[in-house]
Structures are given as structure tokens and as C-alpha cells.
């Protein structure tokens, strides 16, 4: 049986998460000295499958080179040939940053059969595994799925058990997990995401921050001072109120980047005020060359925001 947290807990927790988290965050010299023109160090990313052209991997890489982005992100597990990768990766010196947790939605961390736990652990090992020899830094993980038949507390302490089975390992191989924010019913407010990652205490977990997640029921910028340097990664993506209430909820989706409700210049505008100069990630519909050079020219005027 699974202890819930009490509320006294959990208000103790908070309380201490938000002190520390409403502390003063230090200016970086560069964020300070920044003009609105300039370029951040920042670098720009996307999600493989969003790829649609025909072709080997490299010259699949060799493409979003010369499109402009600096790297792309991988499924793991995953059917790629790693050493067709790495070779790709070698002549095009194009980056892997990251590597996706392919098997956190259909076996969950948080799953009643200890069986189906066991197997999304193999599965997030294999994606350290495979990001410790792509060269990449994290790898991303949906901790967690609250349903009818899995109860919010039991998706906390299964979650939290099984990531902590895996930590030393992250910690050999020099990966960090970072969370991401989903439509999952998981982890719903701020206060609760960097609570749930201070929970491990340990340096090898953090947050991989969608923006254009929050949006529906949230504002980036709001998340994004609370989990401060807790964030690793980002990714990018847009969202319309608008078309979610006119048209369906995952309408509110089907929207360029920079034509929907994300307030690019405040997102940015926190991402300077916690000195974030990492990757950012485009998820979004992907398409041939023509697509995939609107998306790298739209993230640039998002970055300079």
C-alpha cells in the first residue's frame, strides 16, 4: 500500500521550495550586458523524426547543418544503426545533445505491475547508454501517467523508486535524466516539479522545460523562475488558446511557432534572468527542406526575442 503524502508534508515542502526559489537570481554579466539584438547562447535543436526527407542519416545530418541547427535529438530505445550515427555525427559535427526515453508512455515508471516498471527502467538505461556514446548530456523522461487506475501518490513514490534505481548509473556515465512537463496529470504546478526533483537531492536529475506545454493552463515564464537552474533543456514549441476553445484541445497545437500564445519575449526575458544558455528543441510538425528552414528562421527571431 502506498503512503499518501500528507498535507502538512506537502505545504512544509512547498513552503521551503518557494523560499528558495523566490531568492534574488543572480544576473549573469552576459544577460546583463545583453541588447535586444544580440544573439544568446543558446543552441538550436529538433527531434529527428520531425525529419521528412529522403536519405541516408548523414545526409540527413549534413542538411540540418547547413539549414543552421547545431544539433538533433534521438529516440532510445530505437531501430538506428549507432554506428551510422556516430559516423554521421563525426563528418557533419553536428551535435546530439540529447536523447529521448522512447518507451516512458506505453511502460510507464509508474505502472501497477512491477514487471511493466521494471521494463521502462531497461528502457531509460539503454537511453543512457546509447547518450553516453552519442556524446549527449541528458536524456529525456516522462516520469510519470496519472489515471483512473493509477493514483496520484502511488505515480510519485513508484516514479521517484524506480529513478533513483537508475541514478547511479546516469552518475557513471555522466548523463543527466531531465524530466519533461507533459500532458500526463503528473507534477502540475511549479511548486510541485521542483519539489519532485529536489526530493532525489541529487545533481544527476533536472527539468527539461516545454513551453509550449504550459500555455493551455499555465504561463512559461511564470515556470520557468520557479525552476530556475533546475532546467537543463528546452524545448519549443506554440500553442493557441484561441484554436484549442474554438476548434479542440490538441487543435491548440496546430500553430507556428510565433503565431500563438507564448510570450516569446517574456520566456526569453526568465530564461536570461536564471542564466540559461543551453539547448533549445523545436517539437513541432516537421516536413521536408522548406519546412525545416521556416522552423530553424522562426527560432532564431524567438531567440533573439
Not at 110 to 135: F, T
Not at 276 to 288: K, L, T
Request: aromatic share 8%; glycine share 6%.
Amino acid at each position: 500500500m502506498v503512503d499518501s503524502l500528507s498535507r502538512r508534508e506537502f505545504m512544509e515542502s512547498a513552503a521551503i521550495s518557494a523560499a528558495a526559489i523566490s531568492a534574488p537570481v543572480a544576473m549573469s554579466s552576459a544577460s546583463m550586458q545583453r541588447t535586444s539584438a544580440a544573439p544568446r547562447a543558446i543552441k538550436k535543436s529538433l527531434k529527428f523524426p520531425m525529419v521528412h526527407v529522403e536519405g541516408t542519416i548523414l545526409e540527413k545530418f549534413k542538411l540540418l547543418r547547413a539549414i543552421g541547427f547545431h544539433g538533433v535529438e534521438l529516440d532510445s530505445p530505437s531501430n538506428l544503426d549507432r554506428d551510422e550515427v556516430l559516423r554521421a555525427k563525426d563528418e557533419t559535427r553536428l551535435a546530439i545533445p540529447g536523447v529521448i526515453d522512447s518507451k516512458h508512455w506505453s511502460k510507464p515508471l509508474s505502472h501497477p505491475d512491477p514487471n511493466v516498471r521494471a521494463e521502462g527502467r531497461r528502457a531509460l538505461e539503454i537511453a543512457l547508454h546509447d547518450a553516453k556514446a552519442y556524446g549527449a548530456t541528458t536524456v529525456l523522461l516522462v516520469p510519470a501517467v496519472v489515471n483512473k487506475e493509477v493514483p496520484y501518490d502511488a505515480a510519485y513514490e513508484r516514479s521517484q523508486t524506480e529513478i533513483r534505481k537508475v541514478l547511479p548509473l546516469a552518475e557513471t556515465l555522466g548523463v543527466k535524466i531531465a524530466i519533461e512537463n507533459v500532458w500526463n496529470n503528473f507534477l502540475l504546478s511549479p511548486l510541485e516539479a521542483a519539489r519532485y526533483i529536489d526530493d532525489f537531492d541529487h545533481p544527476m536529475i533536472g527539468w527539461y522545460f516545454d513551453v509550449g506545454n504550459i500555455v493551455n493552463y499555465g504561463w512559461p515564464e511564470h515556470w520557468i523562475h520557479v525552476l530556475g537552474r533546475r532546467i537543463l533543456k528546452l524545448d519549443i514549441k506554440e500553442f493557441s488558446r484561441k484554436k484549442r476553445d474554438d476548434e479542440g484541445l490538441w487543435k491548440g497545437f496546430d500553430v507556428k511557432l510565433l503565431e500563438g500564445d507564448c510570450d516569446w519575449p517574456a520566456v526569453m526575458k526568465a530564461l536570461d534572468e536564471i542564466g540559461y544558455s543551453g539547448w533549445a528543441s523545436a517539437e513541432v510538425p516537421g516536413g521536408g527542406e522548406e519546412r525545416l528552414r521556416e522552423i530553424a528562421e522562426r527560432m532564431d527571431r524567438i531567440l533573439v526575442s
